[in-house]
Structures are given as structure tokens and as C-alpha cells.
């Protein structure tokens, strides 16, 4: 069971940091990713992190301004977004794929509720 914590409503420019807090502690060969999802529109990959070798993986579209990370002792991940803009706006999805990388949602088995990031102007 995953949750995000972490979103809010901010100006263009500025930062958030959200969090996946994992119910138990996904195995060194899972990856955590994050995706995002604005209105009207499909689930998109945004970042995703191998789960043992802290390998990561980002979307051209927040390549350079985000950041994803996880920690083994708090069974949590976190995706540190900086330089915002109104086109980030969306609501953002933590999840575990138990069979390795993928940029696909339908690869991801198990989704937090999703946390809301708005952007504005």
C-alpha cells in the first residue's frame, strides 16, 4: 500500500517536495515511479528509481528540475520538484512495478491515492 503526502498550490518558480510512504518495504528489485495525470488527460510518467541500486529515471519534461529519490529505512520515496511551472499541474501518483523498469502506468501494480500539485502564473 502506497500514500503521497506533499502536494499543495504554488507560484511558477518555486518548490515541492512529495513523499510515497510504502505500508512495507518494496525489494531491491522493484521500482518506485511517479507519474502524473492533468485533467483530460492520460497518466504520464514523470520519474521513476530502482529500488536497489538507487538508479534513476526521469521524462524529458522534468528532466534537470526534479528529483527522485528513496530511502530503504523509512520505506519511502520522494520526488523533489523545483523550478515549477503552470504546466506541471496535475495530479501526482506514486507506484511500485515489481518487474522492473517501465515508462508504462499499466506496468505498475500497486498506486497511492495521488497527491495534487497546482502551479499557478
Known amino acids: 500500500q502506497l500514500r503521497e503526502f506533499g502536494g499543495g498550490a504554488v507560484q511558477e518558480g518555486d518548490s515541492l517536495q512529495l513523499s510515497c510512504a510504502a505500508s512495507?518495504?518494496?525489494?531491491?528489485?522493484?521500482?518506485m515511479g511517479w507519474f502524473r495525470q492533468a485533467p483530460g488527460k492520460e497518466r504520464e510518467f514523470v520519474a521513476a528509481i530502482r529500488w536497489g541500486t538507487g538508479l534513476a529515471y526521469y521524462s524529458d519534461a522534468v528532466k534537470g528540475r526534479f528529483t527522485i529519490s528513496r530511502s530503504g529505512a523509512e520505506r519511502s520515496g520522494r520526488l523533489q520538484m523545483n523550478s515549477l511551472k503552470p504546466g506541471d499541474t496535475a495530479v501526482y501518483y506514486c507506484?511500485?512495478?515489481?518487474?522492473?523498469?517501465?515508462?508504462?502506468?499499466?506496468?505498475?501494480?500497486?498506486w497511492g491515492q495521488g497527491t495534487q500539485v497546482t502551479v499557478s502564473q
Open positions: 507506484a511500485i512495478d515489481r518487474n522492473g523498469l517501465s515508462y508504462s502506468a499499466s506496468d505498475y501494480d500497486h
Open positions: 512495507s518495504r518494496p525489494y531491491s528489485s522493484h521500482v
